[in-house]
């Protein structure tokens, strides 16, 4: 039998030819620790899925600091900007640290520091960490949320929602949605795991949908937040070897994401 000489098609050609629009990047994966060749070989599969890298929870600061480089170098070359977690800034606030914590950022070579209250008292002003951070070339987002206090109430959501107003006033670029590594019993999460769509409803209202972002550490938030948002939604927290499954479901490619009509691609010539 003769052979059929074929097109060769890419896989972003062939995605348009179903309906799969192009997106930005609009997922905050998280590094809790990995060696740098997992972390960056992630990194170059899916540094056009990613808008910005987290150097999460305080690992970084106990591992060999070269290696910590090579990581954030590895991300800024493949133009990820990197955020360090909100824990070493609330212990850098309330050791008064603050300025040295920046410096270290800094010559470290992150993009931006995430601040926050989740397990402390903040005592400083948005407008001072702002500028403290920006004289040191450092963007700023804002963590809404105590991490011990449980699903949010209706009356705290309108103060989260106030304060997050405050920071992005000052100049924070994102405002992130806690919920810490079991996204239950926490948050917009209630104790069973279940998305409080309401409380979604109101962060996303409050801060717009480029300005809010939804942290969702494990398969169950994450679906339900991009079933319930659809494909614009920001995630935060994600692990690196998730990455692509949560992107084939914002894009619909996702068996169960086939059946909610906001992820579904919309079919030939309709991209």
């Known amino acids: 039998m003769k052979k059929t000489k074929t097109k060769r098609i890419h896989t972003w050609d062939y995605l348009k030819l179903i309906g799969v629009p192009d997106m930005p990047a609009r997922l905050s994966p998280f590094d809790p620790g990995y060696d740098p060749v997992t972390l960056i070989s992630h990194l170059e599969q899916s540094a056009h899925l990613i808008s910005c890298l987290k150097i999460s929870m305080a690992c970084w600061q106990v591992a060999d600091e070269r290696s910590t480089i090579q990581k954030i170098k590895a991300a800024r070359r493949l133009k990820i900007p990197v955020c360090t977690g909100g824990g070493p800034f609330e212990i850098a606030v309330q050791f008064g640290k603050l300025p040295e914590f920046l410096d270290l950022c ?4 992150v993009t931006r520091i995430e601040a926050g209250e989740g397990f ?4 400083l002003k948005p407008e001072y960490v702002i500028r403290l951070a920006s004289t ?3 963007e700023v987002q804002f963590e809404i949320g105590k991490k011990h206090e449980g699903a949010f109430k209706k009356d705290v959501v309108e103060e989260l929602i106030d304060q997050g107003k405050r920071w992005l006033g000052a ?3 994102q405002i992130v949605v806690e919920a810490r590594e079991s996204a239950q019993g926490i948050g917009a999460f209630d104790d069973k795991g279940q998305l409080n769509a309401k409380v979604a ?3 996303a209202n409050g801060f717009g949908h480029e300005r809010a972002v939804f942290e969702a550490p494990n398969k169950a938030s994450q679906f339900a937040l991009l079933n319930h948002f659809g494909p614009q939604v920001y995630l935060s927290n994600v692990r690196v070897e998730e990455i692509l499954r949560v992107e084939i479901y914002r894009r619909g490619l996702h068996s169960d994401a086939f059946e909610h009509e906001n ?3 919309k079919g030939p010539g309709r991209n």
């Open 120 to 123: 402390t008292d903040m005592p």
């Open 201 to 203: 409803d109101r962060f």
């Open 263 to 265: 992820l579904r691609p």
């Open 171 to 173: 100049g924070a670029v």
């Open 106 to 109: 800094a010559g470290l070579g």
């Open 136 to 138: 040191r070339g450092l």
